[in-house]
């Protein structure tokens, strides 16, 4: 029942109530009124009830006064009766009529009148004159004496119902006691109408005579009795009239109490059908509280209990209540705070029963109001949604594993928004390489570092084909790096066209390309092999078409019935809001359904409507079109209910909006899709090390099947010498760390080992807590095989290079000797061979390259020795003892950028004391190389270089810096190229000191 219908029959019983009321009083006035005449009271009393049944034959509450008959509202026999028993007594004749002159009752009336004046036409009118006059002007309780035209005295006075008089009492045809008869007027009269003189004389004669006391004692008692009869009469029809419009009100009660009552037994059977608990708060206060079916079976609680646990009998304890796992208080229970009058919308709760059995409930709770506004209970409602937030917690852990194996991939994997350009999702490498949280950006000012969109952009190629991948490799320069990018068109979850991208970071392989491409022509077939490889490679991540979908959001449920014999449908509201209707401007039928159907899942769901009709279970999925175009996905159950002979006579059933757990569901299965794609390997392991998911890229990579290796300890992957280093990574990251890109070797089924990188990063639940780890691997064999073939590569190239330039510089030596001996001046032939010696320093240092071990470093000491037994050999003075002395650094390998300068300046050095410090037969030549103490301010070796003799010296009045000899300007040059110094000593002889900083080998 409504709450407007209880309002409608509570007013109308008020109202029944006050109007008998109303009613009593005035009969009590009445019957103080009429207590003096009582002997009248007592007849009138007993035509009341053929009164009241005329009455009721021809009134209804709305008949108004004006329109009744007097002979209609009065009983004509009763009247008679009175007025035989009062002329009895007076011997005054009387009569009542009505307005129209029509003699309704009436005793004593005399000859003259019967017989004459009322019988002739003329005469007559003188009596409806008479009448007339006589019905007219007098005022209720009162009386007027009156001698009609016919010359006999009448007396009339007013019946009167309300303020509308229906009647006249006449009393007359009389002569007062008094007055002498005047004979002669009435022999005048008979003549006048033809009447028999001696008959009308005769009449005459008859014609009553009455004192005038008599006269008004009779007319005060007619008088009084013409009031009673028209007060009677007019508190009978108001009687009438009431009891008619009490009967018809307590009617109307009564039938609103029936349609009250048949939509109270509807509404409980709707409570207990729907999948729903109900709950009814009787009181503000909640003291009582009732439920549908379920609501009883939730609580275990026997039907019609009061459920309440502040009701006075007791606090049932068969159930408890918490919210967030704290046990709720009565105050904050929401049918308790509905019913206090704060409304509860969306309160999510657990039942808790005695077995442990929990329900996770959700729904709302409405205040009940009386009349004035008050709140006098509540009513609430709550679905069970236990199987839905299992499914969320599951949803949300297989979306937290998805998410952290992509963020554990080394790929950059984002989507945009093709028009708006907005980041719409990145993964963990994307916001490493680019930095920042990226999604909510413009991708052309978060990659690119641009203020307008990319003239280069995929988006015109790919929306032309949306159904086909675009492969493109690209340089960017805001970070430096190559990839290799696969672009396509998906549906993201809101139905929008998106750009889907994955760009594998290649800027190794293409390093590793260019340094192939240099180090020898034939490195070229090795690099396009392995580029073509990658390609291959990334080919396969075609299939990842959709990114990260939504989690579902909570499922909405309505119920229906369906009479099939009448064909009326009934939706409660949820369902119309499911369908985007309005309850109050819709009647729903089953066409105005199927309009909405999507028109290719309208057989579909035809179908089963008939599989239903034909007693089988219908249970159908389908997609609805609402009113503005927004498409929706619902999930339908019937239970159609037969008559005999197996005749379907009606179904009921609840439709669910499932459209974001359809969505949620196609987004899962395209994150596991694009990591079934990938050719890593993408491995899930509980903490314990055992293995729980395996993709196609772990079979390629490790030669295991899915069938073979779930369950199995992820350490049957691990080399014997290596037992143990899986268990160390996982605790690893159970202590909060990451482990990334770790190189590593494993052991594929067939025995083989592979070299692999690994990363490994944990899987947390809903809550936060960690519950198992993602591990992806990826197969770098072959790369680590390249490496190592490009550092053998380099190796032998470098000692080509050496070998070469020592044999070009050797050709150039012994040119400049050929070229010399063309020359006769000693001037000439001398600077020939100042640079022939220079040249053969520089090839003596590339000849200890190309012995040495491929490096550009040259072991600098062992170079010194030969290149001074050179100079000496070359310099031989003949008769002269040149002594050479040498104190010479062990290991010290220096680059050539160091070697070639101090080679050249030790050259021309050691050249110039042979050449021109020594005048006797005899001297020291003496070249020291130590190690100093290490410069901190630049952190590197410290050395010095010491070329001295015992020669006549260099005199002091020549400046180094001003020496034209070109050796020593050479020297100078060269030791500001080494960021060095030098220093000249001339106490004994000359001393030259060079000190400088060196990269030195390790």
């Given at each position: 029942m409504k709450l407007s219908d209880h309002q409608s029959?509570?007013?109308?019983?008020?109202?029944?109530?006050?109007?008998?009321?109303?009613?009593?009083?005035?009969?009590?006035?009445?019957?103080?009124?009429?207590?003096?005449?009582?002997?009248?009271?007592?007849?009138?009393?007993?035509?009341?009830?053929?009164?009241r049944l005329k009455s009721e034959s021809i009134l209804s509450p709305a008949l108004e006064v004006a329109n009744l008959e007097l002979a209609e509202i009065i009983d004509v026999q009763v009247i008679q009766f009175l007025m035989d028993d009062f002329y009895k007594l007076t011997h005054i004749p009387m009569g009542l009529n009505d307005l129209k002159g029509k003699v309704l009752a009436g005793i004593g009336w005399q000859d003259i009148c019967t017989r004459f004046h009322r019988v002739h036409p003329e005469a007559f009118k003188h009596c409806l004159e008479s009448d007339i006059k006589l019905s007219v002007g007098v005022s209720p309780g009162k009386f007027k004496l009156f001698k009609c035209k016919n010359n006999v005295w009448d007396i009339s006075t007013p019946i009167m119902i309300g303020d509308q008089q229906v009647g006249i009492l006449f009393a007359g045809q009389f002569f007062f006691d008094d007055e002498p008869l005047d004979y002669e007027l009435f022999q005048s009269q008979a003549k006048i109408y033809g009447f028999n003189e001696e008959e009308y004389i005769a009449a005459l004669e008859k014609v009553p005579r009455l004192s005038r006391e008599t006269v008004d004692t009779g007319m005060a008692f007619l008088t009084k009795l013409a009031n009673m009869i028209s007060q009677l009469s007019y508190s009978n029809i108001k009687l009438v009239q009431s009891l008619e419009e009490r009967d018809s009100l307590m009617d109307a009660l009564l039938e609103s109490e029936k349609r009250e009552r048949a939509r109270s037994d509807e509404l409980a059977a709707v409570l207990d059908a729907v999948p729903a608990a109900v709950w009814i708060a009787h009181d503000p206060g909640a003291l009582k509280i009732t439920g549908n079916r379920l609501s009883y079976e939730w609580l275990r609680l026997p039907e019609g209990a009061n459920v309440s646990k502040a009701a006075p009998e007791g606090r049932p304890e068969t159930y408890k209540l918490f919210k967030d796992g704290v046990e709720i208080?009565?105050?904050?229970?929401?049918?308790?705070?509905a019913a206090s009058g704060k409304e509860v919308s969306n309160y999510e709760f657990d039942i808790v029963s005695p077995d442990g059995t929990m329900r996770h409930l959700l729904g709302n709770a409405k205040s009940l109001r009386d009349g004035h506004g008050n709140s006098n209970g509540s009513i609430s409602a709550f679905i069970d949604i236990t199987e839905r937030k299992r499914a969320e917690a599951t949803l949300a852990f297989e979306r937290s594993q998805l998410l952290s194996i992509f963020d554990g991939i080394d790929d950059v994997v984002y989507v945009t928004d093709p028009f708006t350009y907005e980041v719409l999702y990145a993964n963990k490498a994307m916001k490493e390489k680019f930095g920042?949280?990226?999604?909510?950006?413009?991708?052309?000012?978060?990659?690119?570092?641009?203020?307008?969109?990319?003239?280069?952009?995929?988006?015109?190629?790919?929306?032309?084909?949306?159904?086909?991948?675009?492969?493109?490799?690209?340089?960017?320069?805001?970070?430096?790096?190559?990839?290799?990018?696969?672009?396509?068109?998906?549906?993201w979850p809101d139905g929008r066209d998106v750009r889907f991208e994955i760009a594998k970071d290649i800027t190794e392989s293409k390093k590793a390309e260019e340094a192939l491409k240099k180090a020898h022509d034939n490195l070229e077939k090795l690099v396009e092999e392995r580029t073509k490889q990658l390609e291959t490679a990334y080919n396969r991540l075609k299939e990842s078409e959709k990114g990260l979908a939504e989690a579902q959001r909570m499922a909405h449920i309505g119920n229906w019935s369906w009479d099939i014999?009448?064909?009326?449908?009934?939706?409660?509201?949820?369902?119309?809001?499911?369908?985007?209707?309005?309850?109050?401007?819709?009647?729903?039928?089953?066409?105005?359904?199927?309009?909405?159907v999507h028109p290719e899942?309208?057989?579909?769901?035809?179908?089963?409507?008939?599989?239903?009709?034909?007693?089988?279970?219908?249970?159908?999925d389908y997609r609805i079109i609402l009113a503005d175009g927004e498409e929706r996905i619902v999930h339908t159950e019937a239970e159609i209910i037969f008559y005999e002979e197996n005749v379907p006579v009606q179904a009921k059933g609840i439709v669910q909006d499932i459209t974001e757990r359809k969505k949620a569901e196609e987004k899962i299965?395209?994150?596991?899709?694009?990591?079934?794609?990938?050719?890593?390997?993408?491995?899930?392991?509980?903490?314990?090390?055992?293995?729980?998911?395996?993709?196609?890229?772990?079979?390629?990579?490790?030669?295991?099947?899915?069938?073979?290796?779930?369950?199995?300890?992820?350490?049957?992957?691990?080399?014997?010498?290596?037992?143990?280093?899986?268990?160390?990574?996982?605790?690893?990251?159970?202590?909060?760390?990451r482990v990334k890109h770790y190189e590593t070797l494993r052991l594929k089924k067939d025995g083989t080992l592979i070299n692999a990188s690994v990363t490994l990063s944990p899987i947390f639940d809903s809550s936060g807590e960690l519950v198992a780890i993602s591990a992806i691997a990826r197969d770098i064999t072959e790369r680590i095989k390249a490496e190592k073939t490009l550092v053998e590569m380099d190796k032998i190239r470098i000692k080509e290079i050496h070998h070469r330039i020592k044999n070009n510089l050797q050709v150039i030596s012994s040119l400049l000797d050929l070229q010399a001996e063309k020359f006769q001046d000693k001037e000439v032939l001398e600077a020939f061979r100042e640079s022939q010696s220079r040249v053969l320093s520089m090839s003596l240092i590339h000849e200890e390259l190309y012995k040495g071990d491929g490096t550009d470093n040259v072991n600098f000491s062992v170079y010194l020795q030969k290149l001074a037994d050179n100079l000496f050999q070359t310099y031989s003075l003949g008769s002269k003892n040149i002594r050479l002395y040498m104190d010479l650094e062990e290991n010290a390998f220096f680059n050539m950028d160091t070697a070639v300068p101090l080679g050249i300046i030790v050259n021309e050095l050691v050249s110039n004391s042979l050449k021109h410090a020594f005048t006797e037969k005899e001297g020291d030549v003496r070249v020291r190389l130590c190690r100093e103490e290490k410069n901190h301010e630049i952190s590197k070796p410290f050395f010095s270089l010491t070329i001295s003799d015992n020669g006549k010296g260099i005199p002091e009045n020549i400046e180094l810096e001003s020496v034209e000899s070109l050796g020593l300007q050479l020297v100078n040059i060269l030791i500001d190229q080494l960021d060095g110094n030098i220093e000249l000593k001339r106490e004994q002889g000359t001393e030259f000191r060079i000190t400088f900083n060196v990269a030195e080998r390790p």
């Open positions: 029959a509570d007013e109308l019983e008020i109202r029944v109530q006050e109007r008998t009321a109303e009613l009593e009083k005035a009969n009590q006035a009445l019957r103080a009124e009429i207590f003096e005449l009582k002997q009248a009271e007592k007849v009138l009393r007993q035509g009341e009830q053929h009164i208080p009565l105050s904050d229970m929401p049918v308790r705070m920042g949280e990226l999604v909510g950006g413009i991708c052309y000012r978060e990659f690119q570092r641009r203020d307008s969109p990319c003239d280069f952009c995929t988006n015109p190629i790919i929306l032309k084909e949306k159904d086909k991948p675009y492969h493109w490799e690209y340089y960017n320069p805001s970070v430096d790096l190559y990839f290799m990018i696969m672009d396509r068109i998906i549906k014999t009448t064909n009326e449908l009934f939706w409660s509201d949820e369902v119309y809001r499911i369908f985007g209707l309005n309850p109050q401007e819709f009647k729903v039928t089953y066409d105005l359904v199927l309009t909405y899942d309208l057989d579909h769901l035809i179908n089963a409507i008939n599989e239903g009709l034909n007693g089988r279970p219908c249970d159908v299965k395209t994150l596991a899709n694009a990591l079934e794609s990938s050719d890593d390997a993408i491995v899930t392991k509980s903490l314990e090390g055992i293995i729980t998911s395996w993709n196609r890229g772990a079979e390629q990579i490790y030669g295991y099947s899915a069938e073979e290796i779930l369950g199995k300890d992820i350490s049957i992957l691990e080399p014997a010498n290596l037992k143990g280093e899986l268990k160390q990574l996982i605790e690893t990251i159970k202590q909060g760390e």
